[in-house]
């Protein structure tokens, strides 16, 4: 028997947000169990730490394994193209 290792999903994000519900909301219709959020919001050094990664301000900022995905509409538009199967299936 094999074991399927699913990719680990890192999610910048804040709790008011509708951007990082809608994400979260299409990553687990793909399947995606478990991300791993990091609220923004409660910890704003952890912003300054996502800007720096990313060069980006806004959540969310989605990460699948090491890959910067981008926000949410990166993540829809990376879906539609049909490259998002192809991640969450490695």
């Known amino acids: 028997m094999t074991n399927i290792v699913a990719p680990k999903v890192l999610m910048y994000a804040t709790a008011v947000c509708p951007y ?3 994400a ?5 219709a793909k399947g995606v169990k478990e991300i791993n959020k990091i609220r923004v919001d409660l910890q704003p050094e952890l912003r300054v730490e996502m ?4 060069g980006r301000r806004t959540v969310p ?11 949410f509409e990166d993540l829809r538009a990376l879906d539609l193209a049909g490259g998002l199967d192809n991640l969450l299936a490695k």
């Open 24 to 28: 979260e909301r299409l990553l687990t």
């Open 20 to 22: 990082c519900v809608n």
């Open 51 to 54: 800007m720096q990664k990313t």
């Open 61 to 71: 900022q989605i990460y699948i394994d090491d890959l910067h995905i981008g926000g």
